[in-house]
Each structure stands twice: as structure tokens, then as C-alpha cells.
């Protein structure tokens, strides 16, 4: 899904932007990051999917995944400026166990993330967000929703999910730019009270 493109005359970074903030969105394997950087980012995002192949069938678990034909095999990058003088980049990880190191690499000066997860396989999440654990890496928990996938109440899926009492949850749309705004303001504000906390 593309996003809602910048003007000709927006394509380039404004001279003014003084500050650039560096946000992972991550997640399992098909959880929707793809469709998350393009519902947001104002110019065409950078994607470097591939067709996925009977090879790659044997290595990917597509229980449950439905209409599934491509797959990120590096990541997926996208811009949103937020004002004449800041711009944020979002960098879409991929999501299969193999591409774990590449991972690591991208929470590299990143200032936080946002993890899509998904109500039917919500136990796919515990490798993501263990690895922003060990990167000392803060979080937010986006629900993605999906048609047909089952809805539980928020209690229900942070028990699930093992979340600290703080730990932002919150459930998107990553079709819709507006409901993906949202779960995006709500990480940037926890990661700013955090911020601010820290120099109390």
C-alpha cells in the first residue's frame, strides 16, 4: 500500500530541518511493518521486498498468514517531517529469525520502537521484543488488526504479552494512515516522558 505522497517540491528534505529522530517498527514475520511505513511515510518508501519462493515456505512459518506472496529481506525505510526544523525516519526491520543480526544493527542510535503484534500469534512476539530488551531499546506495543483475527481486551493481551505496567499498548490499523498516526504519537509521548523523567 502506498502512502500519501509529498508534493515535487517536498521530495527533498527541507534546508530548515535542524534535528532527525531515527524510530524501528518492528515485529514477527508478516505482522504488517511494510504496510505501517507506507501508511505514514510522505515520500514513496524505500521496500525491499522479494517474492517468496517454495524455498522460503520451508523457513517461514505461514501458518495463518493468508495471500502472503512477498517478504522484506532487509528493511523497509520511510520519512515523515514533523515540523520546519524536525523529521523523523522509520526504518521497518525485518521480521524472520535469520535476519536477527541486520536487526541489531538498525536499533544503532534509534531512539525507540514500535512493535506490531498480532492477536493470532501473539507469542511470536516474545523474540522481538526480548531483543529491544537486550538493546536497552524503550517500546510501544501496536495490536495490528486483521479481518477475522480475534479481539480480547487490552488486560488480556498485555497478560499475554508480558508488558510492564508502562509499556504503551495500544491497537492500530497499519492500512490507515490516521489510526497508524495514532499508535506513532503514542510512542513518541512515551518516549518524551520518559525523557523528561529522566532529567527530574
Not at 22 to 34: D, Q
Not at 83 to 104: E, H, I, K, M, N
Not at 111 to 122: E, I, K, P, Q, S
Not at 174 to 192: C, F, G, K, N, P
Request: charged share 20%.
Amino acid at each position: 500500500m502506498d502512502s500519501v505522497l509529498a508534493s515535487d517540491g517536498d521530495l527533498y528534505l527541507r534546508w530548515t530541518v535542524q534535528t532527525a529522530v531515527k524510530i524501528l517498527v518492528v515485529g514477527h514475520f508478516a505482522v504488517g511493518k511494510t504496510t505501517f511505513v507506507g501508511s505514514l511515510s510522505e515520500i514513496r518508501p524505500l521496500r525491499t521486498e522479494e517474492t517468496m519462493t517454495q524455498a522460503g515456505a520451508s523457513v517461514d512459518d505461514l501458518a495463518g498468514i493468508d495471500g502472503k506472496t512477498t517478504t522484506t529481506v532487509a528493511m523497509d525505510f520511510g520519512r515523515l517531517t514533523l515540523s520546519d526544523s524536525l523529521v523523523l525516519y522509520l526504518f521497518g526491520a525485518p521480521g524472520q529469525q535469520r535476519f536477527t543480526r541486520l536487526w541489531q544493527d538498525m536499533t544503532q542510535g534509534a531512539l525507540g520502537a514500535l512493535v506490531l503484534a498480532d492477536t493470532r500469534r501473539l507469542d511470536q512476539s516474545f523474540d522481538v521484543m526480548g531483543l529491544l530488551e537486550e538493546q536497552g531499546l524503550p517500546y510501544a506495543v501496536a495490536v495490528n488488526h486483521f479481518d477475522g483475527a480475534p479481539a480480547y481486551p487490552e488486560e488480556e493481551i498485555r497478560e499475554a504479552l508480558d508488558l510492564l505496567p508502562e509499556t504503551p499498548l495500544i491497537t492500530c490499523d497499519a492500512r490507515d494512515r490516521i489510526s497508524s498516526t495514532h499508535a506513532l504519537i503514542t510512542l513518541v509521548e512515551y518516549l518524551l516522558n520518559r525523557t523528561v523523567q529522566e532529567h527530574v
